[in-house]
């Protein structure tokens, strides 16, 4: 890894550059919420404190994709590849936790046959992070494992250094790459270690006792309690609107659909990729079976999945602290309080 | 690909005999029994159904639709010559394998006949490799049984000993099968354990039933196969949607053995 500075100014001037050849995309302040925005001039990036209430998650694994077009003329059926831009992106201001989420959708993209259509994206896209020094209220990354100032799964990481500096970590072979063609932007870090020490003398990242909880006593509870009255408890109050799910930088569930028409003599349509979730009754009815027909079968799914199944088969939790479901969940339904009711409980034996 | 025949089973199955256009797939097409493929017909969407034809037959594949979702109705409504698409095949497939030498008890009930037909027809071109082959296979009404034309031929077959029931009620004038829910006829009828595999499918009920009365009459967990229903989206594992613990039911399922589904939670 390689170490070096860039002024507010040469970044500035860097960006109107990078805007003529990459489509960007940054954190953005909206009305409401804040979210990863393409954006066509440097002042338009939001720079919120820590993460954005929606993550890039959408820049990846679009809500609803187009995979391809058919057009159906009498019986001949023509398939074509949709208009979608695969240019080269760069992606700005991702933190820790999302750049994790990339890492774990990444395994479920590419493990056991590789979908084009994500790594399309993936591939083309250029991960600039930056480190979080202070936890969001509802952020709970390093109860799951991950070190909220490191620069894994980026490209490059920008801190900024307050004193109209940014510090450049170039991480990968692609941030590389990247960092050789303008590398004329850069400087040297000479006086490193005063600017750094400024940033750690700030750096308090203590989650606090209602945010602990023992992932080892988690799993092992999941183990051996697939039916419990916790499920049916947590989930009462559960609508199954999923917006936990779509919120979440690493669910990756998804269904088809066809939207089609016609005209011209013929019948023309997009297939889609859309978003779905395991929250949703539909997600696994089929004319004759459901599997489960309630929801806290729905709930158990959810936690089971991201602190169990996916750890048994990838060897990876599917969950990277994020606290957007805990933030936005519409009747208040809190992960966190969840695992930190089983990691006592289990404590208790 | 292009329909090239369709066979009216039963009031809501069709069989659909499939061609694909380019010469050089048609020619290298291969798959397992017991295995799926997903179908689309554009505009409407894509669905999943199993290969109904035996691996061996070759230059078509046929696969049989009950109508009973969006994708199906809109299949039913396909003549001789339309064009449908196809990707797969998909999944694990029947253990070949393991069965050749073996007795086999396959037991299928409604549309859930449709993986076996194509285990079934790949055996017989293959019968001295394998031991007893007994066929239980039961429908609602008579009319629900699919295939009654192969039925009839295996049953005067020798080498194949195939009962036929249907459920209390379903019974007509000059039905002569037996008439009783299949994991009742099951114990009507003397299956022995020794060197026998038992394969089932069907709906996730008579499965439950069938299963249990093979234990009891001593079958091993490990010698009874069954596919798990599960919607099915991406066949590749993605999607998320037929995830049942670790496993995901397109890519190591379909096909399971009841010692493998006890190590499942319990969702079934």
């Not at chain 1, 046959?113 to 202070?134: E, F, M, S």
């Not at chain 1, 450049?168 to 600017?195: M, T």
């Amino acid at each position: 890894m390689t170490t070096k500075l860039i002024t507010r100014n040469s970044l500035k001037k860097l960006m109107r550059d990078l805007l003529t050849v990459f489509e960007i995309v940054a954190p953005v302040q909206g009305e409401a919420v804040s979210a990863f925005q393409r954006i066509s001039a440097y002042e338009e990036i939001g720079w919120p404190d820590s993460n954005t209430a929606r993550s890039p998650k959408e820049f990846f694994l679009p809500p609803a994709d187009g995979l391809f077009r058919f057009q159906q003329t009498g019986r001949e059926t023509l398939l074509s590849e949709p208009a979608n831009h695969h240019g080269p992106r760069i992606i700005l201001g991702v933190r820790p936790c999302d750049a994790a989420a990339l890492a774990i959708m990444d395994r479920v993209f590419s493990e056991k046959g590789i979908d084009v259509h994500y790594t399309a994206l993936r591939d083309n896209t250029l991960v600039i992070g930056q480190p979080c020094w202070k936890p969001g209220k509802d952020c709970f990354c390093t109860s799951v494992g991950i070190n909220p100032t490191a620069s894994l799964n980026m490209d490059i990481m920008l801190t900024d250094l307050r004193d109209e500096r940014f510090l450049v970590d170039i991480v990968s072979p692609k941030g590389e790459d990247f960092f050789s063609y303008f590398s004329h932007f850069f400087q040297e870090p000479e006086d490193l270690p005063r600017a750094l020490s400024a940033q750690t003398r700030e750096m308090v990242f203590y989650l606090g006792e209602d945010k602990m909880f023992d992932l080892r006593v988690i799993k092992k509870w999941l183990d051996n309690n697939f039916e419990n009255p916790l499920w049916t408890k947590t989930a009462a109050r559960c609508i199954g609107c999923g917006a936990c799910s779509f919120l979440c930088p690493t669910c990756h569930c998804f269904d088809f659909t066809d939207e089609s028409t016609y005209q011209d003599n013929s019948f023309q349509g997009l297939r889609k990729r859309v978003w779905d979730s395991c929250s949703f009754s539909h997600f696994t009815q089929t004319p004759t079976h459901q599997p489960r027909p309630t929801q806290d079968r729905r709930f158990r799914q959810r936690i089971m999945h991201k602190f169990k199944y996916s750890f048994d088969r990838y060897q990876q939790l599917a969950c990277v602290g994020c606290g957007r479901c805990r933030s936005l969940c519409p009747v208040g339904i809190d992960l966190v309080e969840v695992l930190v009711s089983i990691s006592r409980q289990s404590h208790q034996f | 690909m292009a329909i090239e025949d369709i066979i009216v089973e039963t009031p809501d199955v069709k069989t659909f005999r499939l061609i694909f256009q380019e010469r050089k797939i048609r020619r290298h097409f291969s798959f397992k029994a017991g295995q799926f493929g997903k179908y689309s017909v554009f505009g409407e969407g894509e669905s999943t159904f199993y290969l109904a034809s035996s691996p061996t037959w070759e230059g078509y594949l046929e696969c049989s639709v009950r109508r009973a979702s969006k994708v199906a109705e809109a299949f039913h409504k396909l003549g001789v010559g339309d064009r449908i698409g196809f990707r797969g095949p998909y999944g694990n497939g029947f253990p070949l394998p393991e069965l050749t030498g073996k007795n086999l008890i396959l037991i299928g009930s409604g549309i859930g006949i449709v993986p076996l037909r194509s285990l079934i027809w790949n055996c017989l071109d293959f019968r001295e490799s394998f031991g007893k082959i007994t066929i239980l296979y039961g429908a609602e009404r008579v009319a629900d049984l699919v295939y009654k034309r192969e039925l009839r031929e295996w049953e005067s077959r020798r080498d194949i000993n195939l009962i036929r029931t249907v459920d209390p009620g379903g019974e007509e004038p000059g039905w002569d099968g037996r008439v009783g829910f299949v994991p009742m006829i099951m114990r009507e009828i003397d299956l022995l354990p020794e060197k026998s595999w038992v394969i089932t499918c069907g709906p996730p009920v008579m499965i439950k039933f069938v299963i249990e009365g093979l234990i009891s009459l001593g079958f091993s967990p490990e010698r009874i196969i069954t596919t798990l229903e599960m919607k099915i989206r991406c066949g590749l594992g993605k999607c998320g949607r037929c995830n049942i613990g670790k496993h995901y039911v397109c890519q190591d399922g379909p096909v399971f053995t009841y010692a493998q589904i006890g190590e499942f939670p319990n969702e079934f």
